[in-house]
């Protein structure tokens, strides 16, 4: 079989699927505080017509898929929908994307379904700024869903990412960096992209993964890289001298990694998005919903894959917007 390759050469294995667009917090960086016009039910992928997306982008070369959103668990039986892609046969791995505050009653039902890895959304680890960023006043319940994943150790590794934002994240970046030694979290810093639906983002606000790191040297000494074996991986991950402890750092506006992307994105509603910064979709629920067969929608993702773009271009003049919020992309 051929593998899925862009124009660039690039050979795509990882799939985000966003199964909502709706959201319990409103991070300041990514929704507005009275909430966006949410998707109307019926053009909403089912369960089923998401897996059917899924098996067919396996069958064609896609081996990674991370359930994101909005909040994915907001929506209704989302281990259900674990279950059906778990038994996906050539997917080699499977995660849920969450700010984790239903975690707490979901974690068990999410591992039992045959979840193995988790990435929590969180940051900061004081209250009133926990507050402050997310517009809910809800650290406690995420902490306590944090708490309820360690009873589950089949899901591992736990990856915890916090937004970095100048004069905001830079007084937590020790507490973060204690975190991932006292826990077996592994802490990602990720750099403020211009994906927010109120369009605050400003350069100025960027906080870069180069100067948290410098942070963390200060107390800690030099931070000992980790070498990936996976050479897409977004994150540059570290630990510390004495081997305890795992800080990450996804640097997508100070160090573009999009020569290594193998990602693409499905959208709550179907839509198949080669770059988080597209400003076209390829609508793969019409294909679902008309009477095509499967080799029409494995056609038509090959196409879309093989006009991937290039680059974000981020701090570029010909950068342009998405036209859709994080939140509505699925991030
Ligand atoms: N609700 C889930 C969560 O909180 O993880 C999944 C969706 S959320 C959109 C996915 C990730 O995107 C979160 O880690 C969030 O912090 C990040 N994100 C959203 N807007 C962003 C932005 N403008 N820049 C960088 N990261 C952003």
Excluded at 104 to 113: D, G, P
Excluded at 142 to 165: D, T
Excluded at 267 to 296: K, W
């Amino acid at each position: 079989m051929e593998p899925l390759v862009d124009s660039y050469g690039r050979r795509i294995k990882s799939m985000r699927i966003s199964v909502t667009d709706k959201c319990n917090f409103r991070c300041t960086y990514c929704m507005p505080a009275e909430g966006l016009p949410w998707l109307k039910k019926a053009e909403i992928l089912s369960y089923e017509e998401i897996e059917h997306i899924a098996r067919v982008a396996v069958s064609i070369g896609i081996e990674q898929i991370r359930l994101t959103g909005g909040e994915p668990l907001v929506r209704r039986d989302v281990p259900e929908l674990v279950r059906l892609l778990r038994s996906i046969e050539g997917l080699h791995s499977l995660s849920v994307t969450t700010n984790g505050i239903l975690l707490k009653h979901q974690a068990r039902a999410l591992a039992e379904a045959g979840l193995t890895r988790i990435n929590v959304s969180l940051d900061s680890l004081l209250r009133e700024k926990f507050a402050k960023v997310t517009r809910r006043d809800q650290l406690e319940h995420v902490l306590a869903g944090l708490e309820e994943l360690e009873h589950h150790p089949s899901i591992h590794p736990i990856k915890i990412n916090a937004v970095a934002m100048r004069g905001f994240s830079e007084e937590e970046v020790l507490d973060f960096a204690k975190l991932s030694r006292n826990k077996a979290y592994s802490v990602r810093w990720i750099e403020f992209m211009p994906l927010d639906a109120d369009q605050a983002w400003r350069k100025e606000d960027i906080l870069t993964g180069a100067e948290i790191k410098q942070i963390i040297e200060t107390e800690y000494g030099p931070l000992v890289p980790i070498i990936s074996k996976d050479p897409a991986e977004t994150a540059r991950r570290y630990t510390f001298t004495d081997g305890r402890g795992e800080v990450g750092f996804i640097n997508p506006v100070s160090e573009p990694f999009c020569a290594s992307c193998d990602r693409i994105r499905l959208t709550a509603d179907g839509q198949l998005r080669t770059c988080l910064f597209a400003t076209e979709e390829t609508d793969l629920r019409a294909i679902l919903r008309s009477d095509a067969n499967d080799e029409a929608l494995a056609n038509t993702i090959r196409q879309a894959v093989w006009h991937k773009e290039l680059k974000h271009y981020i701090g570029d003049k010909r950068f342009k917007r998405a036209n859709r919020s994080m939140s509505m992309i699925g991030g």
